[in-house]
Nanobody
Framework: VQLQASGGGLVQAGGSLRLSCAAS????????MAWFRQAPGKEREFVAG????????YYTDSVKGRFTISRDNAKNTMYLQMSSLKPEDTAVYYC??????????????????????WGQGTLVTVSS
């Protein structure tokens, strides 16, 4: 599966952005998916994850209550709605997919190593 992240840009603190991750090549309905981010000079970190059906979602503590991950399997697309953005949210955001095969109850991973496919990243810059 190929992933294409989009929707990044420059926004003022307190503003909102919606990232999209469009998949092609295969349906995403058999993949758990996630957003990671990498700030300048820092390691890539988990932001949010979502199970194949959308029924389970997970967030890193720093974005809880501000970000919402969702997916539309019919459109083969995942989203990250980001609100109340802070300068520390500035990073390149990557979408990723974990091929769970027939294991519908597999854990949604928070580690990079769990994910098989990655998008190219989209830059989010939050100005103070």
């Amino acid at each position: 599966v190929q992933l294409q992240a989009s929707g990044g840009g420059l926004v003022q603190a307190g503003g909102s952005l919606r990232l999209s991750c469009a998949a092609s090549g295969r349906t995403i309905s058999s993949y758990h998916m996630a957003w990671f981010r990498q700030a300048p000079g820092k390691e890539r970190e988990f932001v949010a994850g979502i199970s194949w059906s959308g029924g389970r979602t997970y967030y890193t503590d720093s974005v809880k209550g501000r970000f919402t991950i969702s997916r539309d399997n019919a459109k083969n697309t995942m989203y990250l709605q980001m609100s109340s953005l802070k300068p520390e949210d500035t990073a390149v955001y990557y979408c990723a997919a974990d091929d769970i095969g027939p294991f519908a109850y597999a854990v949604v991973g928070v580690k990079e190593e769990k994910y098989d496919y990655w998008g190219q990243g989209t830059l989010v810059t939050v100005s103070s």
